[in-house]
T-cell receptor
């Protein structure tokens, strides 16, 4: 099976602190990977997507960044968190050869 | 990025009733997807549609790919309490790697 792991599951961080969220996938090679943010349980906002190692496309200008150091690893980072960065962060992968997208369990981030 | 228009925004129905929701886009898509999200979890793919006019079922769920390729519909028959959640549509065109999502339909089933 193709599994998506996200770490951590929940996180509470003060404003101005750094952030690192990790997404790893199993059972597939060279997947297209995606980071989304969801506010208040509605609407998924695409933040970044990656079609391969070191290849990152940004959809929304913000104080977040993404990296893909390994084929099955996708990392979302920030140097200084803002209150508005609070939300539910979802990692997703595209099914190989198909236009289908599968989501990880998500990370709930609260910035205080 | 592009956002799809999904309606209704919320629904409150009695257990056993049928449910219909739809999604429209200003662009043509070659794939339509329908997801269900439970609180605190990631969305789960319910149905994928690949051809205009295609009608696909998954248990009590039926989804259709609109003829114009700019819309899609999801029906749930004989709703039960575990159908509660937020339903999202998503679409993808011929170019690019992005999937575009609807704003969601929140479904509440009253026992």
């Amino acid at each position: 099976s193709q599994t998506i792991h996200q770490w951590p599951a929940t996180l509470v961080q003060p404003v101005g602190s750094p952030l690192s969220l990790e997404c790893t996938v199993e059972g597939t090679s060279n997947p297209n990977l995606y980071w989304y943010r969801q506010a208040a349980g509605r609407g998924l906002q695409l933040l970044f997507y990656s079609v391969g190692i070191g290849q990152i496309s940004s959809e929304v200008p913000q104080n977040l960044s993404a990296s893909r150091p390994q084929d099955r690893q996708f990392i979302l980072s920030s140097k200084k968190l803002l209150l508005s960065d609070s939300g539910f962060y979802l990692c997703a992968r595209q099914r190989e050869g198909r236009n289908e997208q599968f989501f990880g369990p998500g990370t709930r981030l609260t910035v205080l | 990025g592009q956002q799809l228009n999904q309606s209704p925004q919320s629904m409150f129905i009695q257990e056993g009733e049928d449910v219909s929701m739809n999604c429209t886009s200003s662009s043509i898509f070659n794939t339509w997807l329908w997801y269900k999200q439970d609180p605190g979890e990631g969305p789960v793919l319910l149905i994928a549609l690949y051809k205009a006019g295609e009608l696909t079922s998954n248990g009590r769920l039926t989804a259709q790919f609109g003829i114009t390729r700019k819309d899609s519909f999801l029906n749930i028959s004989a709703s039960i309490p575990s159908d509660v959640g937020i339903y999202f549509c998503a679409g993808r065109g011929n170019t690019g790697n992005q999937f575009y999502f609807g704003t969601g339909t929140s479904l509440t089933v009253i026992p």
